[in-house]
């Protein structure tokens, strides 16, 4: 893809949140309104932003990250503006700002590259469980933690009259990536040997695993603790995959998955939530008035899409509680069909293709790592909430990147589209 294609596509991504946000309007009887050339502008700040620095400070970067990522913050944001105009509004100003964090990302680590990452993972680690620990302080501070739908996850700021609420624990998971990679990029050999057995099975040196596994319980812990079952479970994933592309042994793979049934069946019995979740999932019909009512609601939207859907702002995705956070993926197929939804899969599947080839080329073990395992976070984030919206999976609660409306998302996951350009360049370089 040559820079003029490049710059295309994000003209065009712009283009679709503009013209998006148009129908909307126009299908209200309202006419165009201010907001589509504003969310045009947006757009152009935002990815054209990124993409002057990327052009300075990485320019050897690949030129295939940033158009899929733009088409899903431009679907995503017409619909959330759909939803709610209010937080469609917000979700342009957060754009901008997450936009400023991966230029901020891509300036710090102009000079002396990601690798300079690697002297930090312990201090990368403490921050990530400060980070987690948050939403544990007492709520009524000028700081404090605020408990949402029996979760702990947010931490709420008073600026004046405001309030500002961000989830802490979505920077922690790029923070314990950068760990995982460091630690595991130093210690794969001595991972991958299986000196130990137990009968017919191989395990590794527990003196090697010991302080990973413990980073993992303690950040993990917490979140169960909090509430984010969630991330817990994507947290694991990504460190079962990234224990697998660092030593090549399927026993972590087989281990992992054992380790995700069973705990999964214990969380099922320990924790409420988890099993009122369950049977949300399993019979949502049973329970229509009360904790099925959200996954019903997604049922009948689905119902309703058809090939083309019933278009832009004549669906009914209001009727779905949560619709602009959990279910956005179900709004964007009511009202776009099975042809938008595909769009949206296609999209997180080429950005994958795209991350997994950028840690396949990655010279040295530490990028490659690094790459894969911020590409596995995509993915698994993904994987989780369309298979809970779509009754495959019970319902985690975490969002879909840059489409769900949420600041702290969109933060986390533009540092994480800075990062992968910024190794795309060091391998190239």
């Known amino acids: 893809m040559t820079a003029r294609t490049e710059s295309a596509f994000l003209a065009a991504a712009a283009l679709v949140a503009g013209g998006g946000t148009a129908v909307v309007t126009v299908a209200a009887g309202e006419g165009v309104t201010i907001d589509a050339p504003i969310a045009v502008l947006a757009f152009l700040m935002a990815f054209g932003g990124v993409l ?19 088409l899903l913050a431009a679907l995503g944001s017409v619909e959330i503006f759909r939803i709610d105009r209010d937080l469609g509004r917000l979700q342009r100003l957060w754009l ?6 991966a230029v901020i990302t891509l300036g710090l680590l102009r000079t002396r590259g990601t690798v300079v990452l690697r002297r930090f993972r312990y201090l990368f680690l ?9 939403p544990l302080l007492p709520s009524g501070l000028p700081l404090g933690g605020a408990t949402v739908n029996g979760s ?46 137990l009968g017919p099975v191989a395990l590794p040196e527990p003196r090697q695993l010991l302080p990973i596994l413990l980073a993992f319980g303690l950040s993990s812990g917490v979140l169960v603790y909090e509430g984010d079952l969630g991330a817990s479970i994507l947290l694991f994933g990504v460190f079962v995959v990234m224990l697998y592309a660092a030593t090549e042994r399927p026993f972590y793979l087989a281990a992992g998955g054992a380790l995700v049934a069973g705990g999964a069946w214990a969380a099922s019995r320990a924790f409420g939530r ?11 019909f049973e329970h229509y008035t009360g904790s099925g009512y959200q996954v019903a609601q997604g049922v009948f939207a689905l119902g309703d899409a058809g090939l083309l859907g019933t278009g832009l702002g004549s669906g009914s995705p209001y009727l779905i509680p949560a619709a602009a956070t959990d279910f ?52 698994l984030q993904t994987v989780l909430i369309v298979g809970g919206v779509l009754r495959l999976l019970p319902l985690t609660g975490v969002t879909l990147p840059f489409v769900s409306y949420g600041g702290s998302s969109l933060l986390a996951n533009f540092a994480i ?13």
């Open 52 to 70: 002057a620095a990327v052009r300075v400070w990485a320019p050897r970067g690949t030129r295939f990250l940033l158009p899929p990522v733009a």
């Open 152 to 197: 702990r996850l947010w931490v709420q700021l008073e600026v004046g009259r405001r309030t500002l609420s961000f989830q802490p624990g979505e920077g922690a998971k790029v923070l314990l990536v950068v760990f995982f990679a460091s630690y595991l990029a130093e210690r794969r050999h001595a991972l991958a040997a299986l000196p130990r057995r």
């Open 328 to 379: 956005v993926f179900v709004a964007i197929v009511e009202e776009t069909g099975l042809a938008g939804g595909f769009a949206v899969l296609a999209a997180f599947g080429f950005l994958l293709t795209v991350g997994v080839g950028i840690a396949l080329r990655a010279g040295g073990a530490f990028r490659s790592l690094l790459a894969m395992g911020l590409s596995i976070t995509l993915a």
């Open 96 to 101: 901008l700002v997450a936009a400023g964090v």
């Open 417 to 429: 589209v800075a990062l992968l350009e910024q190794i795309s360049h060091e391998e190239r370089a």
């Open 126 to 134: 403490a921050g990530a469980l400060i980070l987690l620990l948050l």
């Open 274 to 284: 988890v099993a009122v979740r369950v049977e949300a999932w399993l019979h949502p």
